[in-house]
């Protein structure tokens, strides 16, 4: 994940900039970050993932949405405007729907690596997804073959609730009984 530019911006010249560009923009805090095209691969992993939690989710008031659809990350307790981009997400509470994004904090969040994102997804969005409340976070590491799933728990902190590499199944304590086989995210 790259600066867009190193000096901070207003929300109002990010969304400018946002109008005028096709390249995938989130803003955290003033700075701008962008988003790498993502590679063959990523798609196929992320199409799979989407089938999957979408048949799960069939039938709930949960809704998936898929990259790119920008979430305003929003809490009282939490200061500073966040947009991010994530390659998934499963809203649950429909209050924040705006024509143009979400507004709010979704119930489940994954995030693909890209080599040159994964510290942006391990350490900036991670403790950012956490400190907002985000019930479940999802990594995918493409590079590995491995899923790691983090849950809030009762102090509101991630812990890791499961991870898997090159095969098994990678569960969700969120959405009970559902799970993913590794190997069949991961083959071409």
Known sequence: ?????TETMSIDEYFQIRENSDALLEYIDGFVYMSPSPSTKHQRIS???ENKFEDFIEGNPCELFHAPYDIE????????????IPDISIICNKDGFTDARYVGVPSLIVEILSPSNQSYDLITKLNLYMNFGVKEYWIVNPMLNAVTV??????NMYEQHDM??????????????????IEDIFKS
Request: hydrophobic residues 30%; charged residues 35%; without cysteine.
């Open 73 to 84: 990350l929003k809490d009282e307790k939490v200061n500073g405007t966040k947009i991010v």
């Open 47 to 49: 199409r799979k993932l």
């Open 1 to 5: 994940m790259n600066q867009y530019r």
């Open 150 to 155: 983090y849950a809030l728990n009762d102090e």
């Open 164 to 181: 898997q590499k090159s095969k098994g199944e990678v569960t969700s304590r969120l959405f009970e009984g559902f799970g993913i086989d």
